[in-house]
């Protein structure tokens, strides 16, 4: 497990694609970032007005630094948007603000994926931390081969945790954009074509959630098939 080549093809395979999708997604916000928004409204405002529309009165929209940062904090019912999105008076900034807003519906309507997702991050945290040291106990124990296949079967174990918050996580990022793209439609924020861009730039960022579950199937899969080529 030292140099395992499969499991450096299948690193680098991916790593490729979700640089790609990465440079597309930022490519296209860069786009849509100078496409102003008939509303004139920034991401703020968006962002403050959608969570009123839905009746939500608890959740603060703050500004955090740097790029493609935003997010909800659930703990915490405060909508984080980069510097770009919260002063951005474009369509960028307006499909970002309105699908982090989207999450905050999520939480305010208790929706189940979302519920999920929150409940295994525990679980999640823990099998990251542990996945180093077990792949140092691989290597140490690399010429023992029934400590070996234990320590490989802990990794798949940790491994089944990290793609089910993958695939978890899914769901719940395609919903807070229909959610954004509805919303932002309804309460006329976004024109017909200003509409197109938002719903092209949900999509690319939807795109590297896509990418990183199906690198972590992937590993999992290769996992299982090595133990189990070990067990014949």
Not at 91 to 97: G, I, L, P, S, Y
Not at 201 to 224: D, E, G, H, P, R
């Amino acid at each position: 497990m030292m140099f395992d080549p499969g499991l450096m093809l299948l690193t680098i395979v991916f790593m490729a694609i979700g640089m790609f999708v990465s440079s597309r997604l930022k490519s296209k916000f860069s786009e849509y970032s100078k496409v102003p928004t008939s509303s004139g409204m920034s991401g703020k405002e968006i962002a403050e007005k959608m969570l009123r529309d839905n009746d939500i009165y608890d959740v603060q929209v703050t500004s955090v630094e740097g790029e493609l940062t935003d997010h909800y904090d659930p703990s915490k019912k405060i909508v984080n948007l980069s510097h770009d999105v919260y002063y951005g008076q474009n369509v960028a900034a307006a499909a970002v603000a309105a699908h982090e807003c989207g999450h905050a519906v999520q939480h305010a309507t208790a929706y189940a994926w979302l519920q999920m997702r929150s409940a295994i991050v525990p679980a999640v945290n823990f099998s990251t931390r542990m996945m180093n040291f077990v792949f140092i106990g691989m290597m140490l124990f690399a010429f023992t081969s029934h400590l070996y296949n234990q320590a490989l079967l802990i990794i798949i174990v940790l491994q089944s945790a990290i793609t089910l918050f993958s695939l978890i996580t899914l769901p719940v990022e395609i919903d807070a954009s229909r959610r954004a793209l509805i919303w932002l439609d309804s309460a006329k924020i976004t024109g017909r074509e200003e509409h197109e861009k938002a719903t092209d730039a949900l999509k690319w960022a939807a795109s590297t959630y896509v990418v990183a579950a199906l690198a972590s199937i992937a590993t999992l899969l290769y996992f299982i098939m090595q133990y189990s080529s070990r067990r014949d």
